[in-house]
């Protein structure tokens, strides 16, 4: 049963701050969120850091705490880590060609906006402009789209033993076609907005300080605000990885519920069918019988 955006949202942050209360766990998840980060540069590891993320989240919602050794279990299964390198040069493939048409269509359309430009005597270069804003639009529009259809594929991957990519395709797509693209792209903006505000904040407290404090003091404070800043980022990442964790455990659940429907319904129209080709049968072996009985007492 979906849910309001804002459950997702407080539950993230509620886990989160429950997580990383301690001091020790705090800085234990910033060692492991550094080492997940430069992990995910190289194509080898990132299959691995990856399903590790979604193990350390599934960990925290269900015991509200974690342990950063077992988070590594699912680089035991082959077919697991074998199944997100295929994902990866698939998404990898589709992102890059589709930004090379997009990218085309643009140079050829800003050509056209030039020309446009040169025959109507304009000083500037308005529709060439034009051209270019909505060609990198376009392009930033379609890869948002590709990461929000694509976005459940890691938590499928780790969740189903059993799903290679093409059920881990079907799956993902099946369940983000509906609402579970807007309440994903939601979610990731709300934190992407938090952490926004809390830059500007800083950034306002250190141009009040810098009018009206002497430059020592200003030094001293930014790098005080900075460390704020950057502690603050773990926890607003941590939530927003609960978050989505969480809509995507409420998608697959209501998707796994809906396939064992059809497949009841279907097994019982199976039966139904059966049993009425079984009475059509009877049916017609007694009519069979019966004439035949007749042409026994003619004879």
């Not at 934190?191 to 830059?199: A, E, G, K, T, V």
């Not at 810098?210 to 603050?232: N, R």
């Not at 139904?272 to 009519?287: A, G, Q």
Request: glycine share 4%.
């Amino acid at each position: 049963m979906s849910q309001n955006i804002a459950v997702y949202i407080k539950k993230g942050m509620v886990a989160s701050k429950k997580a990383l209360y301690n001091q020790k766990q705090f800085y234990i998840y910033c060692l492991f969120l550094l080492t997940s980060l430069f992990g995910k540069l190289f194509f080898i590891t990132y299959p691995i850091f990856a399903l590790a993320d979604i193990r350390l989240v599934k960990t925290i919602e269900e015991t509200g705490n974690f342990e950063v050794e077992k988070t590594f279990e699912d680089a035991n299964s082959i077919k697991k880590v074998w199944t997100m390198v295929i994902f990866i040069l698939l998404k990898t493939s589709l992102l890059l060609s589709g930004i090379v048409i997009l990218s085309g269509i643009t140079y050829w359309l800003s050509y056209l906006g030039e020309i446009i430009d040169n025959m109507t005597n304009l000083d500037r270069y308005y529709i060439t402009a034009l051209f270019w804003v909505l060609g990198v639009a376009a392009i930033i529009l379609f890869i948002i789209i590709v990461n929000l259809f694509s976005g459940p594929a890691a938590y499928i991957i780790q969740t189903y033993d059993d799903y290679g990519i093409s059920d881990t395709l079907i799956k993902s797509f099946s369940i983000m076609r509906k609402n579970g693209k807007r309440r994903l792209l939601l979610i990731n903006l709300f934190h992407l907005l938090r952490f926004m505000i809390n830059s500007l904040i800083c950034s306002g407290l250190i141009y009040i300080i810098y009018q009206s404090l002497s430059q020592l003091v200003f030094i001293f404070c930014s790098i005080s605000l900075g460390i704020i800043l950057l502690l603050t980022l773990p926890k607003i990442i941590l939530s927003n990885k609960i978050a989505t964790i969480s809509l995507f455990s409420e998608l697959t659940a209501d998707d796994d519920s809906k396939v064992l429907l059809d497949s009841k319904d279907s097994q019982n129209i199976k039966r139904k069918v059966k049993k009425e080709d079984l009475l059509v049968t009877l049916f017609d072996n007694s009519i069979i019988e019966g004439n035949n009985n007749k042409k026994n007492e003619e004879l």
